[in-house]
T-cell receptor
Framework: EPEVTQTPSHQVTQMGQEVILRCVPISNHLYFYWYRQILGQKVEFLVS????????KSEIFDDQFSVERPDGSNFTLKIRSTKLEDSAMYFCASSEAAGVGEQYFGPGTRLTVT | QKEVEQNSGPLSVPEGAIASLNCTYS??????FFWYRQYSGKSPELIMS????GDKEDGRFTAQLNKASQYVSLLIRDSQPSDSATYLC??????????FGTGTSLTVIP
């Protein structure tokens, strides 16, 4: 069964450093998403991406965040200058269709900022 | 007002009973609604989607949607210990933006 994959599973970085989280969505899916979940809190929408551009973004997705689809399979989230409060689980998801499309989540990357 | 609200629980039911999980949402324009299950330390796993008013059944799971009341629910029949998890309600907004509730923790007691 096709699945979304994410690397790395755990990333430790120092405050102020840049990190890139990687995702490989399900191959026939066209819509891609990033979410974060701070420990013990709810899953929060960051951004949706379609046709090589951002479709929607939340208030959380400020200038320190960016997304890219560098090739036909990868989808990346870059955090430019990490802060302590960026420590969270970051989930990538993909769907065949927008809005009504069912999203399938990857296993997540745990980001720890020290 | 929160976009999506769920009773955080914990909800405990005996094995074999029906578990009822509820969710309300604030945006009347939302068209798509999803239930996810999340085990501790794992990613959300899609259980069901629902788009029209009424009931939608899939095995032991039934989702119910009432757009007039802005209410979504999930019923789990014949609850099993393996159903013990946190259940997340997710609601679409603006076509491609999604909001999750805080989740309801369910424990099924053998």
């Amino acid at each position: 069964e096709p699945e979304v994959t994410q690397t790395p599973s755990h990333q430790v970085t120092q405050m102020g450093q840049e990190v890139i989280l990687r995702c490989v969505p399900i191959s026939n899916h066209l819509y891609f998403y990033w979410y974060r979940q701070i420990l013990g809190q709810k899953v929060e929408f960051l951004v949706s991406f379609y046709n090589n551009e951002i479709s929607e973004k939340s208030e959380i997705f400020d200038d320190q965040f960016s997304v890219e689809r560098p090739d036909g399979s990868n989808f990346t989230l870059k955090i430019r200058s990490t802060k302590l409060e960026d420590s969270a689980m970051y989930f990538c998801a993909s769907s065949e269709a927008a809005g009504v499309g069912e999203q399938y989540f990857g296993p997540g990357t745990r980001l720890t900022v020290t | 007002q929160k976009e999506v609200e769920q009773n955080s629980g914990p909800l405990s039911v005996p094995e074999g009973a029906i578990a009822s999980l509820n969710c309300t949402y604030s945006d009347r324009g939302s068209q798509s609604f999803f239930w996810y299950r999340q085990y501790s330390g794992k990613s959300p796993e899609l259980i069901m989607s629902i788009y029209s008013n009424g009931d939608k059944e899939d095995g032991r799971f039934t989702a119910q949607l009432n757009k007039a009341s802005q209410y979504v629910s999930l019923l789990i029949r014949d609850s099993q210990p393996s159903d013990s998890a946190t259940y997340l309600c997710a609601v679409e907004r603006n076509g491609n933006q999604f909001y999750f509730g805080t989740g309801t923790s369910l424990t099924v007691i053998p």
